[in-house]
């Protein structure tokens, strides 16, 4: 009997099942989960992480890498050796899988898959997202330009004139500015909660940029990880678009918005001119596929300064193109679309429409 208890596991699958079913088909359910029992539990298990000055997560991924190998090879070899035993091993070989597969879904859709079916951010803070006119996106990348240029000039920059941080300023000190600024403006819209932690530096960050990913939120531990070798002028926007991710707002498209709303909200200048920078980044890139001449004419209007940051940011993510970047982003592509962000990849390009939404009256 005893060995048949394990069976009892899956449970996990039907119960997760059910989550899914229920948050996809009520978007009301899924908006009182997000606001009731989610911040309670991301907040608390949150604070514990905070404690632990590395990112967990980044570790278990390692971990369960080698685990997969381990388990994969140890099977194998049993498969081998264990000739009166072959059935009843084959069997746990693939059955033991699928009952820790039922386990970690269950707990991804209590710890994040039932958010990705909330209220949408617009709703909920009032704002009437519409496709644009070409003529709107057009006077939007003027405002973003003219807010980069605005904000460049209080960002220090090295000798090849692209921004960098302070001297006295440290990946700490970053982290810091990023969770202050996104406390305070949970001030203005109720459902940006406070009282979670910061995010955690990436040790693996270079292999992270070979992947082309900047950052991810590990929902088993409730910690925003960040890959910090990228271009320090792209850092605290990642950051706060991690955060977005800790806050229960799952859809990348709404992530990246909260991200520049956020850091227009922080005291420090470098975390503003990030999220200028990559809204500013989206906007143009949007543009340039509706009108090429309007697209030009908006990039001349840059400054010197964001014009090298834009040449440096390309520059450092050529180096990183390759078969590990192209598979990462199909992996990415095809988890997004599973979790009904059917744009795949090009949803972290949707934030446009929000950002329409958010300069109607300038547009």
């Known amino acids: ?15 997760g099942i059910i989550l ?36 967990l997560g980044e570790f278990i991924i390692i971990l369960g890498v080698i685990g997969v190998i381990v388990y994969i090879i140890t099977n194998i070899v049993f ?28 707990l991804y859709m209590t710890n994040s898959g039932v ?15 519409k496709q644009g006119t070409t003529q709107e996106l057009t006077n939007l990348c003027y405002i973003l330009a003219e807010q980069a240029n605005q904000q460049r000039l209080n960002v220090d920059a090295d000798e090849y004139n692209v921004a960098v941080f302070a001297q006295n300023e440290t990946i700490d000190d970053i982290e810091k ?80 918005f909260l ?3 956020v850091c227009q909200n922080s005291y420090d200048s470098m975390t503003q001119y990030s999220g200028t920078f990559t809204a500013f980044i989206h906007a143009t890139n949007a543009l340039s596929g509706q009108d090429t001449a309007a697209y030009q004419q908006v990039l001349s209007t840059l400054d010197t300064g964001v014009q090298n940051d834009i040449t440096a940011n390309d520059k450092y993510w050529s180096s990183y193109k390759g078969v590990m970047a192209d598979t990462a982003q199909s992996v990415n592509d095809t988890y997004l679309k599973a979790i009904d962000q059917t744009n795949g990849v090009e949803s972290y390009g949707k934030m446009v429409d929000l950002l329409l939404a958010y300069y109607s009256d300038y547009v």
């Open 20 to 55: 899914y079913v229920q948050a996809k088909g009520n978007v009301q359910f899924a908006e009182w989960y997000a606001t009731t029992i989610y911040p309670p539990i991301s907040k608390g298990i949150n604070v514990v992480m905070s404690f632990i000055p590395f990112s």
């Open 1 to 15: 009997m005893k060995k048949y208890i394990k069976y009892f596991l899956l449970i996990f699958w039907v119960l």
């Open 259 to 261: 991200a520049y709303l």
């Open 115 to 129: 958010n990705a079916y909330r209220q949408t951010f617009a709703d909920t803070a009032g704002f009437v997202t």
């Open 177 to 256: 500015y990023s969770k202050d600024s996104y406390d305070t403006i949970g001030e203005l819209y109720p459902t940006l909660t406070k009282g979670y932690g910061e995010t955690k530096s990436l040790l693996s960050s270079s292999v992270f940029s070979s992947t082309q990913l900047t950052g991810f939120f590990f929902p088993y531990t409730f910690e925003a990880n960040v890959n910090t070798a990228i271009p320090d002028y792209t850092i605290p926007f990642t950051m706060c678009h991690e955060l977005s991710h800790l806050r229960g707002y799952m859809k990348e498209d709404e992530a990246n």
């Open 79 to 106: 498969i081998i050796k264990k000739k009166d035993q072959r059935g009843m091993v084959v069997l746990n070989f693939i059955v033991n899988p699928i009952l820790l597969a039922g386990v970690l879904f269950f």
